[in-house]
């Protein structure tokens, strides 16, 4: 099976390198902000399956990009999508929970009302809404509070902070599944295999790492693990503001990835010890 991920440094995209004989592709590669170089990167590799890991992600950043937020998490993936349809190629892309507004306390299903606070949800929106309009053979996989040992992320952030404070505040009135790269990467990867094997049913799927858990609650978890003495007090959203709103409930129900492709949610306790295995070793 011949895998092309377009993304190359990125955590998902790096932790695929790592589990397989996939082609990566960078920014020296592809520029996914010129629809040409999308198109001539697209129609000219051998592939048996594309998985678009890349993205814009700078959540605060997208506030005041969005046009360039969109031209990479819109109108590269609808360039994509039209491709892989052509080339018959299906198509994997990864998604976010900040699709939603984050309202009410209950996981939200695939299908469940979108309505994205901000402009990096929006246009990660539209970038999935061109993929279903394309409707070639397609997989949307959403996840949430993604961490791993490189590129920037949470657990790295609490890491550093924890050594050098000896308490913190931290938002405790978000809650979401912590997922990991890795895990992303092997769930993907599955996905792939089914997709070539041509019993992959084409759809909206969630996975996130078990169980859900506050910011706060991550963190603790973080330096317990970590052997750091931090403490942590839970403070509401209100009082630590960011230029862009984030989804206050972020609990994803993964429960048609289970059913369809028996892709079961991690426990992302175990796979933070595996993360800072790896960062006591770097």
């Not at 999508?81 to 009410?104: M, N, W």
């Not at 503001?241 to 429960?255: G, I, M």
Request: aromatic share 6%; with cysteine.
């Amino acid at each position: 099976m011949k895998t092309v991920v377009f993304g190359k440094s990125g955590q998902v995209a790096t932790e695929l390198q790592r589990r397989g004989e996939v082609t990566a592709l960078g920014r020296t590669d592809v520029d996914l902000a010129d629809p040409d170089d999308i198109r001539r990167a697209a129609e000219t590799l051998d592939a048996d399956v594309f998985i678009n890991a890349a993205a814009y992600t700078a959540v605060d950043k997208a506030e005041e990009e969005e046009a360039r937020a969109l031209s990479i998490n819109g109108v590269a993936v609808r360039l994509l999508a039209e491709t892989a349809k052509r080339r018959d190629i299906p198509l994997i892309h990864v998604s976010t929970d900040y699709v939603f507004d984050g309202s009410g306390e209950r996981p939200r299903a695939p299908d469940a009302e979108t309505g994205p606070l901000g402009a990096y949800g929006r246009t990660k929106l539209v970038g999935e809404d061109a993929i279903r309009a394309v409707d070639g053979d397609y997989a949307i996989l959403r996840t949430s509070w993604v961490f791993s040992a490189h590129g920037g992320n949470f657990v790295k952030t609490m890491r550093r902070l924890g050594a050098e404070r000896d308490s913190l505040n931290i938002v405790a009135d978000q809650i979401g599944g912590p997922t990991s790269a890795a895990a992303i990467a092997d769930a993907l990867l599955a996905m792939a295999v089914k997709f070539h094997a041509e019993t992959a049913p084409s759809g909206t799927y969630h996975f996130a790492g078990t169980p859900d858990v506050s910011w706060a609650d991550f963190a603790r978890e973080i330096f317990a693990q970590s052997d750091i003495d931090c403490t942590v007090t839970d403070i509401p959203t209100s009082a630590y503001p960011t230029p862009a709103q984030r989804p206050a409930n972020s609990r994803l129900d993964c429960t048609t990835l289970s059913r369809e492709y028996g892709i079961e949610r991690p426990d992302w306790r175990a796979d933070l010890a595996d993360v800072l295995k790896e960062l006591n070793t770097q």
